[in-house]
């Protein structure tokens, strides 16, 4: 058997040849997130990357990758990469044997809930989330007894125990189409209190009566942009574009010309014109772009989740070769259940007639 401890050989054309192919991509990554990449960088990781390709072939694995997570795992050995509502499509389609999910645990979970055939893995069990790991279903229990009319809509980023708890689940690519779809007036929106904050904004220029109740969890990323970056950002590069997510502060999402998911991000500064563009999220999303659209210029603002950090080329060889326990995600077959409910109304109106307010 084939261990981590005995790595692969490839002949030396082979490991320029994969050196090369990875230059194309990576030479385009400029932010100061990043390592810097060169053909050497590059010769480094060609032998990693060669031996994982060759075991997800063996193996019958697809690997899932967010774009906050390193551009060498999106474009060294993604088999997909995009965001949280694009990654849950492919594995509900995905007919892999095995899902290796490089993202964070509750996306890893989301993707067991919908793929329960596949052996689903993470490269590191603690890439948790400050907002998933904010409140338990036990938690959510007590919350909906005391709003027991209210719709309960949790956020994607949340436990399976919590999904299990909720009538509808949401990714910020469809959450004001459908918290302002259901026909309740009151709205129990759990885990993020500043995304509840900006869909009470969204819902109040729409027209839109409802009463948003929401938990306390923030994004330990998003909650920490300060809205003076942009009034002197702005000052410094006329015609700056600044883009953030829905999970930011509203003292940021009021002040951004574009405010949506991390696919939404990245499409909306690869067919806008402007000189600089500020992405007041996570620093991969920008690394994507500059590979995927390397005429586009940034102004530095954006920052790092250590959670999604914690992925590497390494840890997803050895996840590749043999998983550790920890790193296998099981999920209780009557939660799965519950959970999958949330989610599949979630597609049915996502997936329905479009209505997306401005900037999402
Ligand atoms: P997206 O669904 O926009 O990819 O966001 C996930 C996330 O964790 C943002 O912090
Ligand atoms: Fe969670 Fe924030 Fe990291 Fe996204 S960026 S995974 S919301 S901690």
Redesign the pocket.
Known sequence: MVSAAEPRNYSDDQIEAEANRLLTKLMHVECEASRSWNIEACREIAPLTLEINDLKREKGAVILAHS?VEPEIIYGVADFAGDSYMLSLKAKEAAAERIVFSG?VFMAETAKILSPQAEVVVPDRGSG????DSLTGEQLRELKKQYPDAAVVCYI?STAEVKAECDVCVTSSNVYKIVASLPQQRILFVPDRLMAENIRTEMRKLGIDKEIISSDGT????DEFDPAIISEARGKFPGLKVVSHP?CTLDITSKSDYVGSTGGMMQYVKSTEAPYFMMLT?CGLVERIEVEAPEKRFISGCKL?P??KLNSLEKIRDVLVAPRPEQIVTLDEELRLKALRSIDRMFEIAEGAPHQPKGC
Do not use: G, R, T
């Open positions: 906050y964070v989330c400050s907002l998933a980023n994004c330990i990323v998003h999970e996570e989740c959670y999604m």
